[in-house]
């Protein structure tokens, strides 16, 4: 599976931003997608998902009214609106497939269930 995040810029504090990732080869109908982010000198971190039936829905609780998930089947995309950014939403913000098909998590997914990773892009909010 490959998969295409898009979205990186330069953004004020308060203000919005929409990643978007589509995948190619594996249909998020039958694999959740979630959103992890990296900021300088930390591990990746979790920030959201959406199963692969598209209405299960997670969010670290820092994000959880700021941020909302969103899939598209017909594109076979997931997208990630962004709203009220802060200085501490800086970071390489990659998408990732889940490995294993027709799964929902009983609580926000760890890191160790995804292997097919985007390349990243990176979304930088100036205070």
């Known amino acids: 599976v490959q998969l295409q995040a898009c979205g990186r810029g330069l953004v004020q504090t308060g203000s919005s931003r929409k990643l978007s990732c589509e995948a190619s080869?594996?249909?998020?109908?039958?694999?959740?997608v979630a959103w992890f982010r990296q900021a300088p000198g930390s591990e990746r971190e979790f920030v959201a998902a959406?199963?692969?039936?598209?209405?299960?829905?997670y969010y670290r609780d820092s994000v959880k009214e700021r941020f909302s998930i969103s899939s598209n089947v017909a594109e076979n995309t997931v997208t990630l609106q962004m709203n009220n950014l802060k200085p501490e939403d800086t970071a390489v913000y990659y998408c990732?497939?889940?490995?294993?098909?027709?799964?929902?998590?009983?609580?926000?997914?760890?890191?160790?269930?995804?292997?097919?990773w985007g390349q990243g892009t990176q979304v930088t909010v100036s205070s």
């Open positions: 990732g497939m889940d490995e294993r098909p027709n799964r929902i998590w009983a609580r926000n997914p760890t890191i160790s269930s995804f292997k097919n």
């Open positions: 080869d594996q249909s998020i109908s039958t694999y959740s």
């Open positions: 959406i199963g692969w039936d598209g209405h299960n829905k």
